[in-house]
């Protein structure tokens, strides 16, 4: 499986940004991390395989919205309202084996892109 994340870029703060993950192969339950400078990398949103159900850390819930379109195998995270806070390396993962919120769970990784909000 290859993931392909794109979208990110500059953006002022209160904007909106959309980043895409194009997988190739089957469809997995996918999820979003980021990792800020000098921190560690933490949990942004998951959805299962089917779309049915999402999932948000605390700090994105309301401004984020994770999304799917199966016929394309890409999925998308809505961010809007973005915060300085938000600054990060996102990366998107496939295959959650437990936890979709623990990085460790996660089978697949794709590249990140570089998110930058700017106040």
């Known amino acids: 499986v290859q993931l392909q994340a794109s979208g990110g870029g500059l953006v002022q703060a209160g904007g909106s940004l959309r980043l895409s993950c194009a997988a190739s192969?089957?469809?997995?339950?996918m999820g979003w991390f980021r990792q800020a400078p000098g921190k560690e990398r933490e949990f942004v949103a998951a959805?299962?395989?089917?779309?049915?159900?999402?999932y948000y850390a605390d700090s994105v819930k309301g401004r984020f919205t994770i999304s799917r379109d199966g016929a394309k195998n890409t999925v998308y995270l809505q961010m809007n309202s973005l915060k300085s806070e938000d600054t990060a390396v996102y990366y998107c993962?496939?295959?959650?084996?437990?936890?979709?919120?623990?990085?460790?769970?996660?089978?697949?990784w794709g590249q990140g892109t570089l998110v930058t909000v700017s106040s």
């Open positions: 959805i299962s395989w089917s779309g049915v159900s999402t």
């Open positions: 993962a496939a295959d959650p084996r437990r936890d979709y919120s623990s990085d460790s769970s996660y089978y697949y």
């Open positions: 192969g089957r469809t997995y339950s």
